[in-house]
């Protein structure tokens, strides 16, 4: 045994001395040491955190939920208890500073109101920590600007909450607007919406930042540039929608149309609401087309068809997936596919399109 051993530590190392080794030794080493979990704390213990992703880490390979940041201890002690993280990882909103000391905790996810992104985002990274800001990343370009600036003073990793780019379907959209399978995908549709009952922070411009377009529509512009083959627009028009119900929207818009102009003739006409129900996206070229013609940007439950016949894919969960790869980013030193850039671009294309709609021009997409 001992001289089996020996040799195994000779054989590694004169392996590692070669150019080959110097590619398999770091493999070597995983296949005998599973890397640890990272964990994430998540900032705001609202609907989301709540119903998808504190489920989803308890999928997850590579990270784990270590803590949280909420404005209620009593809640705070009630995720510790149900998640199994101590008291100790449990901060307030004015206290997120410590987490500088905390050893448990790699990652913040933060998942508060959209106003409040940069303030918790930035504060995470002074404290050290990597950071995921849940979308939309702000609600002003500068204030991305400062989140990506106060990234890169603190040396952390910053990642924007776009799940479907681990999506089957979606990442098969991108593939087909790369590969040119149907040909250039030049016709754009898409419509997403709900009805809000009654007013709640989403309809209160100070914490949300606007209405449907920063909440719901974000996801089709950003489905338009996927299928753009990650293009941003070069132009944009818009009009807002007559409001129904002043009750609830008197400081952001009930409903708004637009349309957006790519490179190479790309053209996407869109909508998004908080009065009608509706989550549909369809890119056509000259050679065929794929429609999401149900939850096309949700969780689950897609149905999506293409000029071929209807796609299939297994389950994924989109959250996990996400995460995941995000703590492999942290763990291996890459770069994120969903970087702080892309966050901010589709601010911009949002203020672009709100700026169309005020004036009624075309505005040209500085991005």
Same mark, same amino acid.
């Given at each position: 045994m001992k001289k089996s051993s020996i040799d195994r530590r000779s054989f590694i190392s004169r392996l590692s001395m070669s150019a080959g080794g110097l590619m398999l030794a770091p493999q070597l080493h995983l296949l005998n040491q599973q890397p640890r979990k990272l964990g994430i704390a998540l900032v705001g213990l609202g609907t989301y955190s709540t119903n998808q992703l504190a489920p989803a880490l308890k999928q997850t390979q590579y990270c784990k939920l270590a803590g949280v940041v909420t404005g209620s201890k009593v809640k705070g002690e009630q995720w510790?208890?149900?998640?199994?993280f101590p008291v100790k990882n449990i901060y307030g909103y004015d206290t997120m500073s410590q987490l500088a000391d905390n050893r448990d905790i790699d990652i913040i996810y933060v998942v508060t109101p959209n106003a409040l992104h940069a303030e918790h985002a930035i504060a995470a990274a002074k404290a050290g920590k990597h950071v995921i800001c849940e979308k939309p990343m702000a609600t002003s370009v500068a204030e991305?600007? *400062?989140?990506?600036? @106060?990234?890169? $003073? %603190?040396?952390?990793?910053?990642?924007?909450?776009?799940?479907?780019?681990?999506?089957?379907?979606?990442?098969?959209?991108m593939r087909l607007a790369k590969e040119k399978d149907f040909g250039v995908l030049s016709k754009i549709n898409g419509d997403r919406g709900f009805v809000m009952a009654s007013k709640s922070w989403r309809a209160d411009k100070k914490l949300a930042g606007g209405?449907?377009?920063?909440?719901?529509?974000?996801?089709?512009?950003?489905? *338009?540039?996927?299928? @753009?083959?990650? $293009? %941003?627009?070069?132009?944009v028009t818009a009009k807002y929608h007559p409001v129904t119900k002043p009750e609830i929207f008197s400081d952001v818009e009930e409903g708004i149309s637009w349309n957006m102009e790519f490179p190479g003739g790309v053209v996407a006409d869109l909508q998004t609401s908080y009065q009608h129900s509706k989550d549909y996206f369809k890119a056509t070229g000259a050679k065929g087309w794929i429609e999401f013609k149900e939850h096309a940007f949700t969780y689950k439950g897609l149905v999506v068809e293409t000029s071929r016949g209807p796609l299939n894919y297994a389950p994924a969960y989109q959250q996990a997936l996400?995460?995941?790869?995000?703590?492999q980013c942290v763990q291996l030193n890459k770069q994120t596919r969903v970087p702080g850039e892309l966050g901010k671009r589709d601010i911009a294309i949002i203020k672009s399109i709100y700026k169309a709609a005020e004036t009624g021009d075309k505005v040209v997409v500085k991005v």
């Open positions: 510790a208890k149900d998640y199994g991305c600007d *400062a989140i990506i600036s @106060a990234c890169r $003073a %603190a040396k952390v990793k910053l990642s924007i909450g776009y799940r479907l780019h681990f999506d089957p379907y979606h990442k098969e959209l209405g449907p377009l920063l909440d719901l529509g974000i996801y089709l512009i950003h489905g *338009a540039s996927m299928a @753009a083959n990650g $293009a %941003a627009p070069l132009a996400q995460m995941d790869d995000f703590a």
